[in-house]
């Protein structure tokens, strides 16, 4: 398969979509003050009905690029950002990697210790946190250096009719952000860094192979990693978005911000994608079906990709409304399985198709998606993107490609595989072949038109509204408490999509299972995504030989029960 000629799939590909991308030859920071010098003043972003322009946007990015560089930030210094979606965490990425710095994303549902094990990876000095959370990353013990911690508050953001609208007062909320700054040595206001003066013009710009960021993924075994991801991988994933979605216009664009922009799909999709075509990004910190609708009166979506339950939620809210979604044009799916009933439901009220894609963290992250198009394969992963190659091999032996149909490893090559994981080269050979196959850890089968159709996770790995959720991780939460032995965790598949958190626990002698209690408990040591919906007990745990448990017998046994 590995072939310099176009493969075989791109006869499906949408007519205008091309089998090569011009590949990137300049940094994310070159294109981003390309955008802004061609856009000027059409908007940027908009937040709770506030806009800002391209041309905003670029300044405030050049001060806040002088404010971090004034805090000692330099060329390859990691800067963890800890942020919803809003403005400020466009503009802190924006500055960051216009020093050459490298990002790092980080999930605000987060525990200080589940943040912690990153920090100790990563080892940023600088923090740019919602002000929410800011006190997580005050837990940290004296080990952790941290040099500055910059507090960003959301309201400064809304429009001053809103603030004034909320329910806590604007002096309370002053006040909250105010006790918790001063708890911490070089804590300042975000709105600080906007006070400097724009960065000089020459200060050096980052090279097309540099670091840009990392981002942190259980990817196919367990512990999370931070997958490193150059310019030249996101830059051209965006280009192959764009490629993707023919027809999108510059500056015509609006794009719903609702995937997280710390989640490798939500940062491509607006950072970069939304960036590169200069379209408008309408950004939400959370999802919120009344919060959409109420946004789409007044800039209705025309990109609108998300993961199955918040389609399904969106189309039966609007459905209530009696409003048109007509304006969506461009709708990918990801993360998870793509019910049909999801598709006909979101179809009946939309302007375009609802297709499904397919990527991971490791692939900047989007590899393969099903063309706009009725060349598409509904209940298939679609086919690689343009300058992508996939083969599917033989799980027990990665060297032997299989026949046409059979299940196999899926493989993925192509300029968005990511260099490899953080301070971790024995993963990274794992997951890259020297020669830049991507190991996926997927199961899929592939028909002759060259659709894939996904079979099985090779990995274990519990998808649950998008997010990964390591069972290992969720087993040792378990552990640790007094009455549990052991327990083994894994999902159980819903009929929207995703799954469900399950854990099935051995209790200590004499113990009685408080399913109450041991979520309480998870909840200490989890982000509440990761917490189990079910805990259930079972005698004795099944192992293999050498003493693992074995997951899929537990799962087995138990999840018709549930």
């Not at 061609?38 to 905003?56: D, N, V």
């Not at 001060?63 to 210094?77: K, Q, T, Y």
């Not at 013009?201 to 999370?224: C, E, F, M, N, W």
């Not at 302007?351 to 063309?371: C, D, H, I, R």
Request: aromatic content about 8%; charged content about 25%.
């Amino acid at each position: 398969m590995e072939n310099l000629s176009a493969p075989a799939w791109t006869a499906n590909y949408q007519p205008g979509v091309p089998a090569e991308i011009k590949l990137p030859t300049e940094s994310l920071s070159h294109m981003f003050e390309r955008s802004v010098l061609e856009a000027g003043s059409s908007p940027a972003t908009e937040f709770f009905g506030r806009r800002m322009s391209y041309k905003e946007l670029g300044e405030q990015v050049q001060r806040a690029a002088e404010g971090l560089r004034n805090l000692g930030v330099r060329a390859g210094d990691r800067v963890a950002l800890i942020l919803p979606n809003c403005p400020q965490h466009v503009i802190a990425f924006y500055a960051v990697l216009r020093l050459g710095a490298v990002v790092v994303e980080h999930n605000p549902l987060y525990t200080s210790r589940e943040l912690r094990h990153q920090f100790e990876d990563h080892q940023a000095r600088v923090v740019i946190a919602w002000d929410k959370v800011v006190e997580h990353v005050q837990e940290f013990p004296k080990d952790i250096q941290i040099d500055a911690i910059v507090a960003v508050n959301l309201l400064e953001a809304f429009p001053a009719v809103k603030r004034l609208a909320l329910h806590l007062p604007v002096k309370k909320l002053r006040d909250t952000r105010n006790s918790l700054t001063t708890r911490t040595r070089g804590t300042l206001a975000f709105k600080e860094l906007l006070k400097a003066s724009p960065l000089d013009s020459a200060h050096p710009y980052p090279k097309v192979q540099d670091l840009a960021v990392i981002q942190y993924t259980s990817g196919t075994t367990g512990r999370p990693k931070g997958a490193m991801l150059t310019h030249f991988n996101l830059y051209s994933n965006a280009l192959q978005g764009e490629a993707w979605m023919h027809g999108a216009q510059e500056r015509k664009e609006i794009l719903y911000a609702i995937l997280p922009m710390f989640h490798a799909f939500g940062m491509t999709l607006y950072l970069t994608f939304g960036i590169k075509k200069q379209g408008l990004l309408v950004l939400f910190p959370k999802f919120d079906p009344d919060m959409i609708l109420d946004a789409w009166k007044k800039s209705p979506a025309s990109v609108y990709c998300a993961v199955p339950p918040i389609y399904e939620r969106t189309a039966l809210a609007a459905k209530e409304r009696g409003m048109s979604l007509a304006s969506a044009k461009y709708c990918i799916s990801g993360a998870m399985n793509l019910p049909d009933h999801v598709v006909e439901l979101w179809e009946s009220m939309s302007g375009g198709l609802l297709v499904e894609g397919y990527g991971m963290t490791e692939s900047s992250p989007v590899a393969m998606g099903n063309p706009f198009h009725p060349s598409r394969h509904a209940g298939t992963i679609g086919v690689p993107f343009p300058s992508t190659l996939m083969k599917v091999v033989d799980v027990d032996d990665p060297s032997r490609e299989v026949a046409q149909g059979e299940p196999g490893e899926l493989l993925i090559k192509g300029p968005q595989v990511f260099r490899g994981y953080w301070n971790n080269p024995e993963e990274t050979a794992k997951t890259l072949t020297a020669d830049g196959w991507l190991h996926t850890g997927d199961v899929v089968a592939v028909d002759e038109a060259g659709f894939a159709t996904m079979v099985d996770r090779a990995k274990e790995l519990i998808i649950t509204g998008g997010f990964n959720v390591s069972p290992t991780e969720v087993e040792i939460a378990l552990r640790q408490h007094a009455d549990v032995a052991d327990a083994a965790a894994f999902g159980k598949p819903l009929a929207r999509g995703g799954e469900m958190v399950v854990a099935a626990v051995q209790l200590e002698e004499g113990a009685a299972l408080d399913e109450d209690a041991l979520r309480e408990h998870c909840r200490e040591l989890l982000a509440a995504y990761k917490v189990p919906k079910r805990i259930l007990a079972i005698d004795e745990m099944p192992r293999s030989m050498l003493g693992k448990i074995l997951r899929k017998q537990v799962k087995d046994g138990l999840v018709d029960s549930i």
